[in-house]
């Protein structure tokens, strides 16, 4: 670490000694909060608690990032020919239980409640869920990327 250093993304270290950090944050154009996969984009903050800059977001996953309506929280609507909630499979509804409340689904089909994503990798506590941010020293994969407290 020194002054003019190579700052290197993601790592949390201010390689460059400029007070700040480097993050690869994804435009969110469509600002609901979910950004362009295809759009990463490496910007300095002043810590890993600071929000993303306006019109980027933490989180990639939005498959469509001109409609806001259209990102992997979104109900899938029948009928329309999109993909609304990102999930790969256009107009086809299936129901998955929630039982923390969080919005994000389990692997267990609901018969007619529930949400229509099944991306929840521990479907026991609402702060566990894809498209948060993972907290760092806690030994759990809060983000349920696969991977234990690392950012990206
Ligand atoms: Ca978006
Ligand atoms: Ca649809
Ligand atoms: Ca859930
Ligand atoms: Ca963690």
Redesign the pocket.
Known sequence: MYPGATEVPDNLIDEDCNGKIAITFYADKDNDGFGNPNSPTVIEIDNYDSDAPDNYSWYAGDCDDNNDAINPLADEIVGNDIDDNCDGNTDVVERYI?????????QQFAAAQGVTNNL?CD?SD?EI?PYTKELLKDGIDNNCDGIIDKIN
Not at 98 to 106: L, M, T, V
Request: glycine residues 24%.
């Open positions: 929630d039982a923390d409340g969080d919005g994000y689904g389990s929840d479907d609402a869920h």
